[in-house]
């Protein structure tokens, strides 16, 4: 016998398994994470999450904000490495840089 139909919840819709993903991988995704937070995409899939579940907007905006990522995993995103990478190349390498620009304007 299967388990069909033993779930306590109705299956969710197709659109709010999509909000329910994208909230989930924004907690445990660092680079996700630092794209989406406290932009207005983050906040209507809040509210979408909300009016789902009952619950107001800022109580799941609020939870859905913690950073869920693992403390063994690298939480800084790579964006922001590469922006500091970028900008000790650009301190430590003024030379280096001018010659890379203009043999790239040669081409």
Do not use: N
Not at 27 to 54: H, I, K, N, P, S
Not at 78 to 107: C, N, S, Y
């Amino acid at each position: 016998m299967h388990d069909v139909g033993l779930t306590a919840a109705p299956a969710l819709s197709a659109a709010d398994q999509a909000v329910k993903y994208l909230l989930d991988r924004i907690q445990f995704d660092a680079d996700l994470r630092y794209l989406m937070l406290d932009t207005e995409a983050f906040a209507l899939l809040c509210r979408a999450e909300a009016e789902r579940r009952g619950e107001s907007g800022e109580v799941v905006q609020e939870r859905r904000s913690k950073s869920l990522i693992p403390k063994h995993h690298d939480s800084v995103p790579r964006l922001v490495r590469l922006r500091a990478l970028v900008e000790w190349i650009d301190e430590h390498q003024p030379l280096v840089m001018v010659q890379a620009r203009q043999e790239t304007k040669g081409d």
